[in-house]
């Protein structure tokens, strides 16, 4: 897994810098398939239920699962990118959401939320915690700055097959949920939006958007439960 988690942080660092306006969807997808043939991967997204590229994009008030294609990216605009890639048998999943160039206020403190989330949830994910203190840790600290963890979306166990057991969601209650334990492979995947929590599926069948329009964030490691520290899967 540690191999698969590599590759995912290499092409994540790979379409990052390739975020600017102009740029259509379908070329950052393009280049991930391009990356991950180069490291003899597999998109793990790429006919998983029909989905149909091998990166999720998801622009602005898109969550999650935004299909590439024809749209073109603006200076201003906020973009999630989630990787997930299968080497040698192994799962790895991760996903950043960057600006493209200046973006305002709002989407700077989100992105800073989100990231934040993301490291809370880590740092809560050890050997004898509980799934809700991980939980919990995201749900706190995304509410008392202002902003809200999507619901009905979850982080999930990851290994052999990309979504396993636990689901994590990104609320809840200490103390609660099953035992963590060494050895354990989680992605932790908090999604900020700015307004309400609530979310609605377009018409594409995949593409989550927020229901109210707002903005939305979306941050994701895959982590190995250790003795000690979370182990970090996806990260250089």
Wanted: charged share 20%; net charge negative.
């Amino acid at each position: 897994m540690r191999e698969a988690g590599r590759i995912v942080a290499k092409v994540l660092q790979i379409l990052t810098k390739e975020i600017r306006p102009g740029v259509r969807t379908k070329e950052l997808d393009s280049i991930c398939a391009q990356e991950l043939a180069k490291y003899k991967a597999r998109s793990s997204f790429k006919g998983y239920r029909g989905f149909p590229a091998c990166l999720c994009i998801s622009v602005n008030n898109e969550v999650v699962h935004g299909i590439p294609g024809e749209r073109v990216l603006f200076e201003g605009d906020i973009v999630s990118l989630d990787v997930g890639a299968i080497f040698k048998g192994f799962q790895g999943d991760a996903a950043i959401t960057v600006g493209v160039e200046e973006i305002g206020p709002e989407a700077r403190r989100l992105l800073e939320v989100a990231r934040g989330a993301l490291w809370s949830g880590i740092e809560a994910a050890k050997h004898g915690a509980y799934l809700g203190d991980v939980s919990a840790a995201i749900q706190l600290y995304v509410e008392s700055r202002g902003f809200s963890v999507v619901r009905e979306y979850t982080g999930h166990g990851i290994g052999r097959e990309m979504h396993e057991e636990p689901q994590i969601p990104n609320f809840g209650v200490p103390g609660q949920g099953p035992l963590l334990h060494k050895g354990m492979t989680l992605a932790i995947e908090p999604m900020v939006n700015a307004g309400g929590w609530s979310t609605k599926l377009s018409d594409d069948g995949w593409t989550v958007t927020t229901a109210d329009g707002s903005l939305s964030a979306h941050f994701e490691h895959t982590i190995a439960i250790t003795d000690t520290e979370p182990d970090i899967l996806t990260m250089l």
